[in-house]
């Protein structure tokens, strides 16, 4: 299976918001519900943000929301601030010859 | 307090053996719908998912890699360990541990909800 398509950059001004989309197929992301988002700051692990499509993990602030639409998972930053400055990575796990595959990040920027 | 933290050589040569430690507390890996795994990132490259160890002892693995990797338990500590057999200047990467939880009454990771610091590893002669 490929990787899932994620845009390389995006970027907002503090205080806007930001889409972040994920893309894969009908085999992946339009049929399973196993998406998870990752923000990971340079020379750092990466950090939950999202399972599940949805479901914040505990701690993360509210301005961090997530959705799927037909085949795309989107992650929705609000209220941007500087510390949001990251990369953004999807992540589904499939059933059916059990996989998990990654997008290839999303680096913010705060402008 | 959940903690996972990795280990192994800095350095190794191309056509060797890597072999990585992960050292994990504040959970059991016997628990039902457990597991701990790695991942990895090539720098300035997108994280890669690479294995995965069940909580019953039932391992998962990148199909791309599956046959230079084992993941394995050491059952005397709360360890999982990592081998990759011939390496090669391409694994050079940072790599990751983490924990995940199984998505209910399947086998499917659901999130990876702790993560280790990460150990960089260079394939390098």
């Known amino acids: 299976q490929s990787a899932l398509t994620q845009p390389p950059s995006a970027s907002g001004s503090p205080g806007q918001s930001v889409t972040i989309s994920c893309t894969g197929t009908?085999?992946?992301?339009?049929?399973?519900?196993?998406v998870s988002w990752y923000q990971q700051y340079p020379g750092r692990a990466p950090k939950l943000l999202i399972y599940?499509?949805?479901k914040r993990h505990s701690g993360v602030p509210v301005r961090f929301a997530a959705f799927k639409s037909g085949n795309t998972a989107s992650l929705i930053v609000s209220g941007l601030q500087p510390a949001d400055e990251a990369t953004y990575y999807c992540?589904?796990?499939?059933?059916?010859?059990?996989?998990?595959?990654f997008g290839g990040g999303t680096k913010l920027t705060v402008l | 307090q959940i903690t996972l933290k990795e280990s192994g050589p800095t350095v190794v040569k191309p056509t060797q053996t890597l072999t990585l430690t992960c050292s994990f507390s504040?959970?059991?890996?016997?628990?039902?719908?457990?597991?701990v795994g790695w991942i990895r990132q090539p720098p300035g490259k997108a994280l890669e998912w690479l294995a995965l160890?069940?909580?019953?002892?039932?391992?998962l693995y990148s199909p791309s890699l599956k046959n230079r990797l084992a993941i394995t338990k050491d059952n005397s500590r709360d360890e999982v360990v990592l081998t990759m057999t011939k390496v090669e200047p391409l694994d050079t990467a940072t790599y990751f541990c983490?924990?995940?939880?199984?998505?209910?009454?399947?086998?499917?990771?659901?999130?990876?909800?702790?993560w280790g610091q990460g150990t960089q590893v260079v394939v390098s002669s």
């Open positions: 599940e499509v949805d």
């Open positions: 160890l069940y909580w019953d002892g039932d391992k």
């Open positions: 009908t085999s992946d992301i339009g049929t399973y519900y196993h």
């Open positions: 504040g959970f059991s890996l016997s628990h039902n719908d457990m597991g």
């Open positions: 983490f924990r995940t939880v199984m998505v209910w009454a399947q086998r499917i990771p659901n999130y990876c909800d702790y």
């Open positions: 992540c589904l796990s499939t059933g059916n010859n059990i996989s998990v595959l």
